[in-house]
C-alpha cells in the first residue's frame, strides 16, 4: 500500500515564524502536491512537483514555497506564518498518468498559526 | 479557470440510493475524479471517468457526461459508514493536476 507520511498532525505556531511541513511518500510516485482544506472552500490546490527539484504554483501558492530535494520528500514553506494560514493541510502523491492515476494523501496536518 | 459545484449536504436513510451531483467548468476537460473523506481522515479515491458513461464498482457508480459537463455519483444500499464528505474533481489537459469541488457532506441515519 502506498503511504504518504506528514511529519506533524498537529502544529501551533505565532504570526512570523517560518514554517516547515514535510511529507514523505514511499511508491516512488513523480507527482506530489500540497493542498489546504478549508470549511466550506474544499481541497485547493497551493504548489505540486512532477519531479526532483521541479515545482508547479496551484491555485492559491501566496505565501508558500516549497522544496522537492528528493523524489520521497516535498516541503511545504511558510515563510512567514499569518492567522490566514491557519488551516489543514494535505499532502498527496501520483504516479504520473493519463489521469486516472489516483492521489494518495497524507493524513493531514492541522496548522494553528496564533 | 475551472469551477466545480456540488451540493454542500445530502441526506439519506440506510439501505437507499442517493446520488451527488457534480458540474464543472473547466477548459481542456480530461477526466472527473471522485474522493471520499470521512472526518478526521484522509481522502481516498473512489473512481474516476474519463469517457461519458457509467462506471460501476460494487455499490458506488460513477457517471459523466461531458456535453453536458457534468457527472454524478450514486451509493447504493447506504450503509452507516458510507456517512462522510464526497469530492467530484477535475483533471484538464494542462499539466497532472486535480482541482477539487467544496464537497458534499453524506448524512446516512438508521
Known amino acids: 500500500d502506498v503511504k504518504v507520511t506528514q511529519s506533524s498532525r498537529y502544529l501551533v505556531k505565532r504570526t512570523g515564524e517560518k514554517v516547515f511541513l514535510e511529507c514523505v511518500q514511499d511508491?516512488?510516485?513523480?507527482?506530489m502536491f500540497w493542498y489546504r482544506q478549508d470549511p466550506g472552500l474544499g481541497l485547493r490546490l497551493i504548489y505540486f512537483s512532477y519531479d526532483v527539484k521541479m515545482k508547479e504554483k496551484g491555485d492559491i501558492p501566496e505565501g508558500y514555497s516549497v522544496s522537492r530535494e528528493k523524489k520521497e520528500r516535498f516541503s511545504l514553506i511558510l515563510e512567514s506564518a499569518s492567522t490566514n494560514q491557519t488551516s489543514m493541510y494535505l499532502c498527496?502523491?501520483?504516479?504520473?498518468?493519463?489521469?486516472?492515476?489516483?492521489?494518495?494523501f497524507g493524513n493531514g496536518t492541522r496548522l494553528t498559526v496564533t | 479557470g475551472q469551477s466545480l459545484e456540488q451540493p454542500s449536504e445530502v441526506t439519506a436513510v440506510e439501505g437507499a440510493i442517493v446520488q451527488i451531483n457534480c458540474t464543472y467548468q473547466t477548459s481542456g476537460f480530461y477526466g472527473l475524479s471522485w474522493y471520499q473523506q470521512h472526518d478526521g481522515g484522509a481522502p481516498t479515491f473512489l473512481s474516476y471517468?474519463?469517457?461519458?458513461g457509467l462506471e460501476e464498482t460494487g455499490r458506488f457508480s460513477s457517471f459523466l457526461s461531458r456535453s453536458d459537463s457534468y457527472g454524478y455519483l450514486l451509493l447504493q444500499e447506504l450503509q452507516m459508514k458510507d456517512s462522510a464528505s464526497y469530492f467530484c474533481?477535475?483533471?484538464?489537459?494542462?499539466?497532472?493536476?486535480?482541482?477539487f469541488g467544496t464537497g458534499t457532506r453524506l448524512l446516512v441515519s438508521p
Open positions: 474533481a477535475v483533471m484538464n489537459t494542462g499539466f497532472q493536476k486535480l482541482v
Open positions: 511508491m516512488d510516485h513523480e507527482n
Open positions: 471517468n474519463a469517457l461519458d
Open positions: 498527496a502523491s501520483s504516479t504520473q498518468g493519463l489521469g486516472n492515476s489516483p492521489l494518495h
